[in-house]
């Protein structure tokens, strides 16, 4: 079945970086575009980045568009979600995401998240 590790997160001071990263397993990787994800206590899910599946076409949320980039490896299934000139408002869960069409519906799957934490 469809699986993803997110990993990368911590806890770090603003300004600072971190690089996330989204294993897949379970289907055919470079079939699909890549969303990243993420959600802080009290607020609904934002998108931030996306790509397409050969990595030539990428779209960020404007809040994160010069800090943030996202890119793959589809030899390795992974995606990769470089955190640059981090802010405290960025503190968030960042789950990786695929929209998949099931023949009837389309369906998202979610990994289990990785905690980004920024301190001012």
């Known amino acids: 079945q469809v699986q993803f590790v997110e990993s990368g997160g911590g806890l770090v001071q603003a300004g600072g970086s971190l690089n996330l990263s989204c294993a897949a397993s379970?289907?055919?990787?470079?079939?699909?575009?890549i969303n990243w994800y993420r959600q802080s206590p009290g607020k609904e899910r934002e998108l931030v980045a996306a790509?397409?599946?050969?990595?030539?076409?990428?779209n960020y949320a404007p809040s994160v568009a010069v800090r943030f980039s996202v890119s793959r490896d589809n030899a390795k299934n992974t995606a990769y979600l470089q955190l640059n000139n981090l802010k405290p408002e960025d503190t968030a869960v960042y789950y990786c995401?695929?929209?998949?069409?099931?023949?009837?519906?389309?369906?998202?799957?979610w990994g289990q998240g990785t905690q980004v934490t920024v301190s001012s």
């Open positions: 790509i397409t599946t050969t990595g030539i076409g990428t």
């Open positions: 995401n695929i929209n998949m069409w099931s023949g009837l519906s389309w369906n998202d799957y």
């Open positions: 379970g289907f055919t990787f470079s079939d699909y575009i």
